[in-house]
């Protein structure tokens, strides 16, 4: 059979996986999973009243569709589209380039149980990774000085995802700079300059987005302040907070603190700490503190303690050395809602959710094995053919992901979703590249191996030594 049949062949069958799948997927968890999140946020969108809790530009987005078509199908559909659409840009181009094993590879990478079922329910994190996905896509397929409407729809992308989260602009700038012409990055100091002024951009739009839509401040903020002010007390012994009327609140906070999750602050939790958030926020108003002061001066005072307190919770959040599961990786059904939106049960969610559940306890479910991957790509770009298109991707996901490691308040698998995909994705085209016969020194390729298997020899371990 010759090449050109067999590619065909291949192109074909791809794209009825694809295709396939895709409707499976929506089809499986329609109209979409609703988790509290996202009950807040379509709560918003129909009263037209929005808070900065969660994204507004979300909120906003979402009532928008309402008035076509109510309920959170159109949001599901929307990440789906731009899911999809994003892996079907790059199956096509390594397929355009006769790479049908990268194409293969990409087809894999796209159908990663976790992924999967993530995508299923209507989240902030679903639908910044969808428009990321879109934009490494168009990415794969833009030339040096050429393409400037893929550029321009990329960018306009790249902006829109960044009003999804306050960090997500860690994961935007890598490829915003990718997107810009060549000149203005042509040396390492107008590369650096570009990434200096790009990333102070985007972490303005989403501050600006807010404003545009008239947002009232929820002071979310506080949230990690909280956290971290707890984490600071449990770990020096000395109280941080600002003079609450709580009798020993060193002692009181040794019980509400958790290096899992900040939420034992919250007011949502069934036994909220009387350390509580309301409670923070109303005697820093009344003594007319600032809370940002407040939280920096507590870091300078216990550089140790916070850093004791960050390293713990990163661990847990990226599931490095831990011992259990932390948490249920992702959401089988929609929490209980007065609109009556609700997934019905059936086999093909019951597989996914199987397969996720399985993933999710080996190493391709840990988070910092996605970041070992990405840093691995990284050592390894230079001298490789997709490196131009590998080292954004990756960057994006070491940024983003490594980002946690200092504003992270919770360890949900969901804040590492595009860490995932972009590793995976920056990962199969650095092998399509070395399975091609592209040159790469014996000593380059172990050190960028290095990464991984550390984080895998030393995960795997610790939880063999803990059973």
Same mark, same amino acid.
């Given at each position: 059979?010759?090449?050109?049949?067999?590619?065909?062949?291949?192109?074909?069958?791809?794209?009825?996986?694809?295709?396939?799948?895709?409707?499976?997927?929506?089809?499986? =968890?329609?109209?979409?999973?609703?988790?509290?999140?996202?009950?807040?946020?379509?709560?918003?969108?129909?009263?037209?009243?929005?808070?900065?809790?969660?994204?507004?530009?979300?909120?906003?987005? +979402?009532?928008?569709?309402?008035?076509?078509?109510?309920?959170?199908?159109?949001?599901?559909?929307?990440?789906?589209?731009?899911?999809?659409?994003?892996?079907?840009?790059?199956?096509? %181009?390594?397929?355009?380039?006769?790479?049908?094993?990268?194409?293969?590879?990409?087809? &894999?990478?796209?159908?990663?149980?976790?992924?999967?079922?993530?995508? $299923?329910?209507?989240? %902030?994190?679903?639908?910044?990774?969808?428009?990321?996905?879109?934009?490494?896509?168009?990415?794969?397929?833009?030339?040096? $000085?050429?393409?400037?409407?893929?550029?321009?729809?990329?960018? *306009?992308?790249?902006?829109?995802?960044?009003?999804?989260? !306050?960090?997500?602009?860690?994961?935007?700038?890598?490829?915003?700079?990718?997107?810009?012409?060549?000149?203005?990055?042509?040396?390492?100091?107008?590369?650096?300059?570009?990434?200096?002024?790009?990333?102070? &951009?985007?972490?303005?739009?989403?501050?600006?987005?807010?404003?545009?839509?008239?947002?009232?401040?929820?002071?979310?903020?506080?949230?990690?302040?909280?956290?971290?002010?707890?984490?600071?007390?449990?770990?020096?012994?000395?109280?941080?907070?600002?003079?609450?009327?709580?009798?020993?609140?060193?002692?009181?906070?040794?019980?509400?603190?958790?290096?899992?999750?900040?939420?034992?602050?919250?007011? +949502?939790?069934?036994?909220?700490?009387?350390?509580?958030?309301?409670?923070?926020?109303?005697?820093? %108003?009344?003594?007319?503190?600032?809370?940002?002061?407040?939280?920096?001066?507590?870091?300078?005072?216990?550089?140790?303690? =916070?850093?004791?307190?960050?390293?713990?919770?990163?661990?847990?959040?990226?599931? !490095?050395l831990v011992h259990d599961q932390i948490e249920r990786p992702v959401q089988v059904a929609s929490v209980t809602n007065v609109w009556g939106y609700q997934v019905t049960p059936n086999p093909a969610l019951a597989t996914i959710d199987h397969a996720a559940l399985a993933m999710a306890v080996t190493p391709l479910g840990w988070p910092i094995t996605w970041l070992a991957i990405a840093l691995g790509v990284v050592i390894a770009a230079p001298g490789l053919p997709s490196r131009r298109f590998?080292?954004?991707?990756?960057?994006?996901?070491?940024?983003? $992901?490594?980002?946690?490691?200092?504003?992270?308040?919770?360890?949900?698998?969901?804040?590492?979703?595009?860490?995932?995909?972009?590793?995976? *994705?920056?990962?199969? !085209?650095?092998?399509?590249?070395?399975?091609?016969?592209?040159?790469? %020194?014996?000593?380059?390729?172990? !050190?960028?191996?290095?990464?991984?298997?550390?984080?895998?020899?030393?995960?795997?371990?610790?939880?063999?030594?803990?059973?």
């Open positions: 059979m010759p090449l050109t049949r067999i590619s065909r062949s291949i192109a074909i069958a791809v794209a009825l996986i694809v295709l396939s799948v895709s409707f499976l997927q929506a089809a499986a =968890y329609w109209p979409g999973l609703m988790t509290w999140d996202a009950i807040r946020q379509y709560d918003q969108a129909l009263s037209g009243d929005f808070d900065d809790w969660h994204p507004p530009a979300m909120g906003w987005l +979402w009532r928008e569709f309402s008035q076509i078509y109510a309920g959170p199908s159109p949001m599901l559909t929307l990440q789906l589209a731009l899911y999809w659409g994003g892996f079907t840009l790059l199956i096509a %181009k390594a397929l355009r380039t006769g790479r049908w094993g990268l194409a293969i590879a990409l087809t &894999i990478a796209a159908l990663m149980p976790i992924s999967m079922a993530l995508m $299923g329910a209507v989240l %902030k994190d679903c639908l910044m990774a969808g428009a990321l996905l879109s934009v490494a896509g168009l990415l794969a397929w833009v030339r040096p $000085g050429c393409d400037p409407w893929f550029r321009a729809i990329a960018l *306009i992308l790249v902006v829109a995802a960044a009003t999804l989260r !306050f960090n997500a602009a860690l994961a935007c700038i890598p490829l915003a700079v990718m997107l810009l012409p060549g000149r203005v990055r042509s040396t390492p100091m107008r590369l650096a300059s570009c990434s200096v002024i790009v990333g102070l &951009i985007l972490f303005c739009v989403m501050p600006a987005a807010n404003r545009l839509i008239g947002a009232r401040p929820s002071g979310v903020e506080t949230s990690l302040i909280m956290f971290d002010l707890g984490g600071i007390t449990e770990f020096s012994s000395v109280n941080v907070f600002p003079a609450v009327p709580v009798a020993n609140p060193v002692a009181v906070n040794h019980h509400c603190y958790s290096p899992v999750r900040w939420d034992p602050y919250s007011w +949502w939790v069934d036994e909220p700490c009387p350390i509580g958030f309301e409670l923070v926020r109303a005697t820093l %108003k009344a003594r007319h503190q600032n809370a940002t002061l407040l939280w920096i001066s507590a870091i300078v005072a216990h550089p140790i303690a =916070y850093a004791e307190h960050r390293l713990r919770h990163f661990n847990i959040n990226t599931r !490095f590998t080292v954004p991707l990756a960057l994006s996901a070491l940024l983003y $992901g490594s980002g946690y490691l200092v504003v992270s308040v919770a360890s949900e698998i969901r804040y590492h979703l595009w860490t995932m995909l972009a590793a995976a *994705i920056a990962c199969v !085209f650095t092998i399509s590249d070395v399975f091609n016969d592209a040159r790469l %020194k014996k000593t380059r390729l172990a !050190f960028s191996c290095l990464p991984l298997t550390i984080v895998v020899l030393l995960g795997t371990i610790w939880r063999v030594l803990a059973l």
